[in-house]
């Protein structure tokens, strides 16, 4: 196999900087990639062909001139589509923003074009970030690449396919209950969650504002770290953002985790009826033994609740949230009506997808005035039980560690039919925004040629002890060195 393709950002930078490789080749490498492997992976929903190569020859210069650049500069970077780019157009897979074209750029924009990354393009995504298989995309659903007949996971599917395929070298997600390690597990990638308010959701379109949080999709560790480097700190135009200290992520990688205690959670554990994934878990905490780390299980009610309560305080903020979208303000507008309630009606009506309608109509019930105390009040106190329940696990334990998804990338149209099944797929993720906890997906082998992932769960703001394990993990295993063969073939080597 050609080591081009499994190369990581940090790889490729080193030989920017000794101008061994042009930022040029490397974006138009990206780009051929695009070209050749799109029309089977469907990762994006617009490209950005031309800027990137002028924003490349840019950073060539920067490079040629051999001032200190940022660890990243000149790496193509792919974004997700719920985040606001100037003059490009924000679709969030949705057809109500079908045209909508984007007056300003997010924070998280701003910052990567502070830190010299390009950006190549918008992903696809599950309509308003609400899904876990990219099928509720309003345009096209996006494939596994290593198996097309799989689902690439959710909500930040093209994210992360664009990534596994070699069609991005980074990318940029956001993470509801899932939506970054998910699919970052489907994809054989490293996808991290950071604690909310770690990265400013300034111009991120909200879906529940309390749980949604961008982050990284990489092929190593080390890349995850410096780009969330690259992407955190406070934030004035966002309310919720965090003023906490900001570490090197990447400073503290190779730190010895001897002595670090970790808790896994025996009912989720013995839930998984996947044999592959437990055993890859247990694999994975072997590994982690032998690096002078203990682990025990312990029994976490979380799990239990989490996902029953999430699809209660979810829908009721996304209902509040897409109330917004409503012809006048955004996107699409009904046409051939007679008045503004109809206009109201028939522009939702035809702009939002079936998913994000019964998001809305559950929120809004569980809001209503006479079931409010039976179900949004309720389900907020469970959440405060769940952040309760993983405070005091964090007095005893480093991290938690679970199975990423409790099953393999699942085929699509599997769940079509099945929302529930669907919904539980999240079952590991779920709690973690709940909490507001910082969590990180890393590549823990194969079972029938597709990706699993292991899971872990951290204190709030210690971003860096879940980065160091799953480094000193990562640098003892292989998973992340392997591309699909289908692809490569494809690309030429
Ligand atoms: N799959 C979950 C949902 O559909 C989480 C989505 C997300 O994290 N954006 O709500």
């Keep these: 196999m050609s080591k081009t393709y499994v190369q990581s950002a940090i790889q490729i930078a080193a030989q920017l900087k000794n101008r061994q490789l042009t930022v040029k080749a490397v974006v138009s490498q990206v780009l051929d990639r695009i070209r050749i492997g799109e029309p089977r992976i469907k990762a994006y929903l617009d490209i950005f062909n031309d800027e990137a190569l002028a924003a490349a020859d840019q950073v060539d210069r920067l490079y040629d001139k051999g001032d200190p650049l940022p660890p990243l500069a000149g790496i193509p970077i792919a974004i997700k589509d719920n985040i606001c780019m100037k003059g490009k157009k924000t679709t969030c897979a949705s057809k109500i923003l079908e045209n909508f074209v984007s007056p ?5 924009i701003k910052k990567l074009a502070a830190h010299h990354l390009i950006p190549v393009g918008k992903t696809n995504m599950d309509e308003f970030a609400m899904g876990s298989s990219t099928e509720n995309s309003a345009f096209f659903p996006t494939r596994n690449p290593w198996d097309e007949s799989c689902v ?11 990534v596994a395929a070699g069609e991005a070298i980074l990318s940029i997600g956001s993470d509801t209950g899932g939506s970054i390690r998910q699919p970052a ?16 959701r300034f111009g991120l379109v909200a879906f529940a504002s309390s749980l949604d ?18 992407i955190c700190g406070y934030d004035s135009l966002d309310a919720t953002s965090s003023d906490q200290a900001i570490p090197d992520f990447a400073a503290s990688l190779n730190n010895p985790i001897q002595g670090r205690k970790l808790g896994v959670p025996r009912h989720l554990f013995d839930l998984i009826e996947n044999a592959a994934i437990k055993e890859s878990l247990v694999n994975a905490l072997d590994v982690l033994k032998s690096d002078g780390v203990t682990w025990e299980f312990v029994d976490i009610n979380a799990f239990d609740y989490a996902v029953a309560t999430y699809y209660i305080v979810a829908p009721a903020e996304a209902s ?21 309630a109809q ?17 809305i109509i559950l929120g809004t019930y569980a809001l209503s005035s006479g079931y409010y105390e ?63 906890l910082p969590a990180i997906s890393v ?51």
């Design 104 to 108: 300003y750029d997010a924070t998280v």
């Design 213 to 230: 949080q961008i982050g990284p999709i990489t092929r190593t560790v080390e890349d995850s770290a410096h780009l969330l480097n690259a």
């Design 443 to 493: 590549p823990c082998g194969f079972s029938e040629g597709l990706p699993m992932g292991l899971q872990l769960i951290g204190k709030p703001y210690d971003e860096s002890t879940l980065l160091n394990i799953a480094h000193q993990y990562q640098s003892q295993t292989n998973h992340h060195l392997t591309f699909p063969s289908q692809l490569e073939a494809l690309y030429g080597v």
């Design 374 to 436: 039976a179900y949004y009040l309720k389900a907020q106190k469970a959440r405060t039980l769940v952040k309760e329940e993983f405070n005091r696990l964090f007095a005893k334990y480093d991290a938690i560690v679970t199975p990423t998804t409790p099953t393999l990338p699942f085929k699509f149209g599997e769940h079509a039919n099945n929302p529930l099944a669907m919904y539980l797929s999240d079952i590991s993720t779920i709690p973690i925004n709940l909490a507001g």
């Design 320 to 340: 509040a949230n897409l109330s917004r979208f409503d012809g006048v303000r955004y996107g699409h507008r009904a046409q051939g009506v007679e008045n503004l």
């Design 343 to 359: 206009m109201y009606k028939q522009t939702r009506g035809q702009g939002f997808g079936p998913e994000v309608k019964r998001r």
């Design 185 to 200: 597990s489907f994809c054989g990638l490293v996808g991290m969650k950071p604690t909310y308010g770690r990265v400013s």
């Design 152 to 162: 690439p996971g959710g909500s930040s599917g093209g994210s992360a396919a664009a």
